[in-house]
């Protein structure tokens, strides 16, 4: 069922996953994106680190029976920034620049996006603007 607790966990569980990949393996995110001219891996690191702590509050406010919209509002505005942030590096050829990192960078862009907009719209349909 398509709920904003189970959008917000889906969301979470996505922040975790690549978080713990960039976090973990941030020299082989880097060049698998990047190629010959691969964004730093300190930069990598953090970015993991930063996804791991959200998906850590997205999970935990998830478990609220009707998160506050300011939340999801913040929540939202981060997954169309790293929609925003993404479509800049892959249209600037800045560290996105691999045919694969590209393609993977744009589905999970499109992901995240839609992350951002059903917790919205979820959020507004239970009735609690």
């Known amino acids: 069922m398509l709920s904003l607790k189970n959008i917000m966990r889906a969301n979470a569980t996505s922040c975790l996953v690549f978080g713990g990949l960039f976090a973990m393996q941030a020299n082989m995110v880097a060049e698998f994106l990047g190629g010959d001219s691969p964004a730093p891996q300190l930069y990598v690191l953090i970015l993991g680190w930063l996804l ?19 939340l999801i509002l913040y929540f939202s505005i981060g997954d169309y920034l790293w929609v925003a942030g993404s479509a800049t590096l892959i249209l600037s050829g800045l560290w996105i620049t691999t045919t694969a990192g590209v393609i993977v960078a744009s589905v999970i862009a499109l992901i995240v996006g839609i992350f951002g907009v059903l917790q919205m719209t979820t959020r507004k349909a239970m009735g609690h603007c």
């Open 52 to 70: 791991i702590l959200n998906g850590i509050h997205l999970f935990w406010e998830s478990r609220t029976l009707v998160p506050k919209k300011s």
